[in-house]
């Protein structure tokens, strides 16, 4: 027996910033909200809601600084257009260019969320079977 990822959790100052921008990104959608302890968090993901085969993200409000490093950073795969025109609608809805240090050379382009995560841009990723 093996485990899956069931939900991802990012701490943020702007929960409702991310969400908005994290569902158009992924086409998901709020599936709810808790407040509690200062603060509140946002669960968002696939239209079909919770336990289908991806997961879904928790964004929590937390007391995070403006720069920081990200221990772990999500890749992305356009799935019905190619690299070039994901990135322009990416760029469109906020997504920023982000150096972490590539050399120009990658296969895939890396970014920022509004609040300053970095995540990549792959090329199409076409399923084998």
């Not at 920081?68 to 025109?85: C, E, F, G, K």
């Not at 990416?90 to 150096?99: F, H, V």
Request: proline fraction near 7%; charge should be negative; hydrophobic fraction near 35%.
């Amino acid at each position: 027996m093996a485990c899956r990822i069931g939900e991802l959790v990012l701490d943020c100052r702007d929960p409702d910033k991310l969400a908005r921008f994290w569902c158009e990104v992924l086409d998901f959608v709020e599936l709810g909200r808790e407040e509690g302890d200062g603060g509140y968090a946002v669960e968002i993901g696939p239209r079909e809601g919770f336990g289908g085969p991806q997961p879904t993200i928790i964004l929590r409000t937390a007391d995070v600084p403006e720069q920081r490093t990200s221990l772990l950073h999500i890749d992305l795969n356009p799935t019905d257009r190619d690299q070039d025109a994901e990135l322009e609608r990416l760029l469109k809805i906020g997504a920023r260019p982000a150096d972490i240090g590539q050399t120009g050379d990658e296969q895939w382009r890396v970014l920022a969320d509004p609040e300053g995560n970095a995540f990549c841009l792959l090329k199409a990723r076409i399923d084998p079977l």
